[in-house]
């Protein structure tokens, strides 16, 4: 798929690996339409950029949000989702069990969010024009090496980056007779507003576990990847590790 002139949804695309893939894909010529609860500068913003306040766990809002793009471009080219809130928290903690809302809400957030967001918006990608080899569009999600190597303390975190992983294929194989792509990404530790919330001595355990190289992701790179994935067909119904070989202990 060439990039260029093409249309694109980015989720939580207002900091960290979303923002990264919003800027490399508007680099590359396409429109990027970036969806997020956090609200935006309008300032922020290129010319080929725009700003969608927009809560993935609500039906309406994604309705909306794909309503606008259809409004505005007439078309959707693809998906990169990459809203997502972290947790960490035992089953069986000091204080007592693990609370079910704080489960619930990242399993809302993460796979149910991504889910919603994937059905409404390949509803218009289904409907757009055919590119080159058939292909209508391609959805990229993000997964996280937790869903493999999950530690301590990330149950509810690992279910929803598991079930991310879980539905690729699945997804692509039906999506598939569409002409839509589906590929997740299962990013390392990378240096993100995520990882602001760990301590200096965590980060720095984390980063010698990274075979090489040697230091957190830079979301550039993650936004390099997801546009060579948008690039090359072949790529589909795969989860990729962008990860310097670490595997979490």
Same mark, same amino acid.
């Given at each position: 798929?060439?990039?260029?002139?093409?249309?694109?949804?980015?989720?939580? $695309?207002?900091? &960290?690996?979303?923002?990264?893939?919003?800027?490399?894909?508007?680099?590359? $010529?396409?429109?990027?339409?970036?969806?997020?609860?956090?609200?935006?500068?309008?300032?922020?913003?290129?010319?080929?950029?725009?700003?969608?306040?927009?809560?993935?766990?609500?039906?309406?809002?994604?309705?909306?949000?794909?309503?606008?793009?259809?409004?505005?471009?007439?078309?959707?080219? $693809?998906?990169?989702?990459?809203?997502?809130?972290?947790?960490?928290?035992?089953?069986?903690?000091?204080? $007592?069990?693990?609370?079910?809302?704080?489960?619930?809400?990242?399993?809302?957030?993460?796979?149910?969010?991504?889910?919603?967001?994937?059905?409404?918006?390949?509803?218009?990608?289904?409907?757009?024009?055919?590119?080159?080899?058939?292909?209508?569009?391609?959805?990229?999600?993000?997964?996280?090496?937790?869903?493999?190597?999950?530690?301590?303390?990330?149950?509810?975190?690992?279910?929803?980056?598991?079930?991310?992983?879980?539905?690729?294929?699945?997804?692509?194989?039906?999506?598939?007779?569409?002409?839509?792509?589906?590929?997740?990404?299962?990013?390392?530790?990378?240096?993100?507003?995520? !990882?602001?919330?760990?301590?200096?001595?965590?980060?720095?355990?984390?980063?010698?576990?990274?075979?090489?190289?040697?230091?957190?992701?830079?979301?550039?790179?993650?936004?390099?990847?997801?546009?060579?994935?948008?690039?090359?067909? !072949?790529?589909?119904?795969?989860?990729?590790?962008?990860?310097?070989?670490?595997?979490? &202990?």
């Amino acid at each position: 798929m060439v990039i260029s002139e093409g249309v694109f949804i980015v989720t939580g $695309g207002t900091s &960290g690996l979303g923002w990264a893939a919003a800027q490399r894909l508007s680099q590359c $010529g396409g429109h990027v339409v970036i969806a997020d609860v956090r609200n935006i500068e309008t300032g922020t913003l290129n010319g080929q950029q725009q700003f969608v306040r927009t809560d993935i766990t609500d039906q309406e809002a994604v309705s909306q949000l794909v309503q606008f793009v259809e409004k505005e471009y007439g078309k959707l080219n $693809g998906v990169i989702n990459c809203a997502g809130i972290p947790l960490a928290e035992r089953v069986l903690g000091k204080t $007592g069990p693990h609370s079910m809302e704080d489960f619930a809400r990242v399993i809302q957030v993460n796979l149910i969010g991504t889910f919603n967001v994937i059905r409404l918006a390949g509803e218009l990608i289904a409907q757009s024009p055919v590119q080159s080899d058939g292909e209508r569009g391609v959805i990229v999600n993000t997964a996280s090496i937790a869903a493999f190597d999950g530690q301590i303390g990330q149950a509810a975190y690992v279910a929803s980056k598991g079930g991310i992983a879980a539905m690729t294929l699945p997804l692509a194989r039906e999506l598939g007779q569409k002409g839509i792509r589906v590929v997740a990404v299962a990013p390392g530790i990378f240096s993100t507003p995520m !990882m602001e919330t760990v301590s200096d001595r965590v980060r720095q355990a984390l980063e010698n576990q990274t075979v090489f190289p040697k230091r957190m992701g830079n979301p550039k790179e993650f936004a390099e990847l997801v546009r060579h994935i948008i690039e090359n067909t !072949m790529i589909n119904g795969e989860v990729i590790r962008l990860d310097g070989a670490i595997r979490l &202990g």
